[in-house]
């Protein structure tokens, strides 16, 4: 079944990327399912269960390197030669991923770590608080990276240092997102990372896909900031619910006991 840019689609990735023509996407920017048996309405997320939509498909950890290898090889073949993937993961499984990377041929740019406000408490270890997120590309000579896209060089922070190069260091410090009372799904990018990867490496116009889409964090904000787009999601409420929030225009839909939409436009994201 062929596929048109500026939509999202109720699909398994596979089966969408093989739909569309090699050398085609600009960026990547995704975070595939964990292979940790996720549980998304455990109390140590500390959410309303009622609000969080069930069906997170999870992969099996056997299944896991197989998986990982058919989807990156397939984004490898869609990206154009000066395209760029944003790869985010827990460190359970990353071995799978960073095997997957090299044996499709990408080339790592950066091992970015996203350090976020809080984790869950264990008892028998650290706290785990951070996600691993790989920047790589298909050649480093073509790809886009805008060094100056969010500060120049004479921008300052309030001790005096440059607020360019802080924004540049490979660990970000970005909150999550808190949606209280709010319906959602049991991950979410903070719109503030996607802003941040699309600034330093893509153009208005480029094409953002996302073949884990979820809530349809990617395509919100990539449609927010003059991108094109395109998603997959094979979960029908996750799809359902992404569509609801491209359609109406609202970032955040409200969860009410009559199932009214209380929207917040996309430019409450900020």
Known sequence: MPVEFDRIYHLDCIQGMRAISAGTIDLV????????????????????????????????????????????????????????????????????????????????VNHIIWKYQFGVVCKRKFVTSHYHCLFVCKDDSKRKFFHSARFDKSARGKGGGSLRYKDLEDVWQIKREYWHGDKKTPTKLPAELIEKILAYTSETGDIVMDPFLGSGQVAVVSKMLGRRYIGFEIVKEYYDFAKQRMESGAYRIKDTEEMQMDFLPFEGAK
């Open 29 to 108: 920017i995704t975070d595939p399912p964990f292979a940790i048996d996720f549980k998304a309405k455990r109390s140590n997320y500390n959410r309303t269960s009622s609000r969080v939509m069930e069906g997170y498909n999870e992969i099996h950890a056997s299944e896991y390197g197989d998986f990982t290898a058919r989807w990156i090889s397939e984004v490898h073949r869609v990206l154009k030669d000066s395209g760029s993937m944003f790869v985010f993961s827990g460190w359970n499984n990353l071995k799978d991923i960073l095997v997957a990377l090299d044996d499709a041929g990408f080339v790592t």
